[in-house]
Nanobody, 123 residues
Framework: QVQLVESGGGLVQAGGSLTLSCAASGRTFSRYAMGWFRQAPGKEREFVAAISWSGGKTYADSVKGRFTISRDNAKNTVYLQMNMLKPEDTAVYCC?????????????????WGQGTQVTVSS
């Protein structure tokens, strides 16, 4: 069983930055693809970013140039560096693991999920 725990959320002003972390259990973490998703009230879950087992990265168009996903396999941790935050970035952010290792934009492709961390961006 893989467990994922997010941290780093909070309240920031528009234009500010936050870094989210996702700490994962599992002996084969280095082979997982990891993704970040977000969901705002009244909206569907939205893909944000993903990173493959080999380090390939995929971003949603809405965050390209502002967000950076990275992983530290030695720490079993995935990060999401968020810069130039906008009010529309406000959501609960969840990390997810895909055991096959290929990044995917569909939530249905992921096998394990964290509980999420709230990010609120004030205007």
């Amino acid at each position: 069983q893989v467990q994922l725990v997010e941290s780093g959320g909070g309240l920031v002003q528009a234009g500010g930055s936050l870094t989210l972390s996702c700490a994962a259990s599992g002996r084969t973490f280095s082979r997982y693809a990891m993704g970040w998703f977000r969901q705002a009230p009244g909206k569907e879950r939205e893909f944000v970013a993903a990173i493959s087992w080999s380090g390939g990265k995929t971003y949603a168009d809405s965050v390209k140039g502002r967000f950076t996903i990275s992983r530290d396999n030695a720490k079993n941790t995935v990060y999401l560096q968020m810069n130039m935050l906008k009010p529309e970035d406000t959501a609960v952010y969840c990390c997810a693991a895909h055991i096959f290792g290929v990044p995917d934009t569909s939530p249905a492709s992921y096998d394990y999920w964290g509980q999420g961390t709230q990010v609120t961006v004030s205007s």
